[in-house]
């Protein structure tokens, strides 16, 4: 089994947090792009206003224009569009959350941006819109209706698939953060969204570890859940040390066995057969001068492939002779042999 890799831009940063500006100068876009080649990535994460920068007040025409642009440089560097996805967040008619904004105008607003963000994706040739529903939620329950706001994520998501007959829709779930609780909290939440829709066939998800570990779930199982049901339709490999902030820590740092299952459950599933990218959404730690500030998605795609080599050295007649047996115990310490590269004495 060959792997396509991504990460968005964004995994190539300055180091700047909640509590201090950046600490690196920054890489050119066409800096950024060269890097995918040298670390053998292929599909670049896109948000729309990182293929159209300003891109409110912009006509029709320029924002394709723009897009075809992208497209070419991306030609250029043998790279492909991966997924394209709607900043709301970080916009002021976003503040409250667009879809599930209490304001008519900023809901309208949501859904044209989103609207333009396909128009986009066509013209990168990619038909995967990412939606992370970030500020859809509440920081005091009272502030919103929770039932009519899943009505207006459904009725979002309707006009989307409305407006394009090709477009798919992969919602990527998260408990917290920016908002004290997201509406869309789990990828089981995420799904049931997507087949109350008008067209369940074009809705699926995306799942990045470390959301399901903010929501003190495992990834795999969350993973699994999304397989069995055919909609597992990008992944956001990450890590994250218990419940705290969104760290994006690179994957398999934190705990190299929740790794190991994540990695299995994606092989065992033939994920990737329909052309679906190893993603990532990996932070470089604030420490690392700007020269060696790439090491972070060269460590998650190397302990990846390492462990996608574990599954399949993995043996299999064993694990079925310990669960046989009901013999769990076993089981553990032959795992634990396994990706430590030994035998127990
Ligand atoms: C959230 C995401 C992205 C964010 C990115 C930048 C597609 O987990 O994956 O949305 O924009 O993380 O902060
Ligand atoms: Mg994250
Ligand atoms: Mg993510």
């Not at 509406?183 to 049931?192: C, F, K, N, V």
Request: hydrophobic fraction near 35%; include cysteine; proline fraction near 4%.
């Amino acid at each position: 089994m060959t792997f396509r890799f991504s990460f968005g831009p964004w995994n190539i940063h300055e180091g700047s947090d909640p509590f201090g500006a950046p600490v690196r100068s920054s890489y050119s876009f066409q800096q950024k792009l060269a890097v995918y080649r040298e670390l053998g990535f292929e599909g670049v994460q896109f948000h729309d206003d990182d293929v159209v920068p300003d891109i409110d007040g912009k006509s029709h025409a320029e924002v394709v224009k723009e897009a075809a642009a992208m497209r070419r440089m991306l030609d250029e560097h043998g790279l492909v569009a991966e997924i394209l996805a709607p900043r709301l967040w970080d916009n002021s008619k976003g503040i409250d959350g667009g879809y599930t904004s209490n304001n008519a105008q900023e809901r309208a607003y949501a859904i044209d941006r989103s609207k333009q963000t396909i128009d986009i994706a066509r013209e990168m040739g990619t038909d995967r819109l990412v939606l992370w529903l970030a500020r859809e939620g509440t920081y005091i329950r009272e502030a919103k209706n929770p039932a009519a706001s899943v009505h207006y994520l459904i009725d979002a998501i309707n006009q989307m698939l409305e407006y394009d007959p090709a477009i798919r829709i992969l919602i990527e779930p998260k408990p917290n953060e920016p908002m004290d609780h997201a509406y869309i909290p789990t990828i089981g939440h995420a799904l049931s969204l997507a087949y109350s829709t008008i067209d369940p066939n074009r809705v699926g998800g995306l799942i990045e570890s470390a959301h399901c570990i903010l929501a003190g779930l495992d990834p795999s199982d969350e993973m699994g859940y999304a397989l069995a049901l055919n909609k597992l339709w990008s992944v956001h490999l990450n890590d994250q040390n218990g419940l705290k902030y969104d760290q994006d820590k690179a994957f398999g740092s934190d705990n190299l066995r929740r790794a190991f299952n994540q990695v299995r459950v994606l092989v065992d599933n033939d994920y990737g057969k329909n052309g679906e990218f190893i993603g990532l959404d990996v932070k470089v730690m604030r420490t690392q001068p700007q020269e060696i500030s790439f090491k972070h998605l060269e460590n998650s795609k190397k302990t990846f492939l390492r462990l996608a080599d574990k599954v399949r050295t993995y043996d299999r007649e064993k694990e079925r002779a310990f669960v046989e047996a009901r013999d769990y115990e076993g089981l553990d310490a032959y795992v634990l042999d396994h990706l430590m590269g030994e035998s127990r004495r």
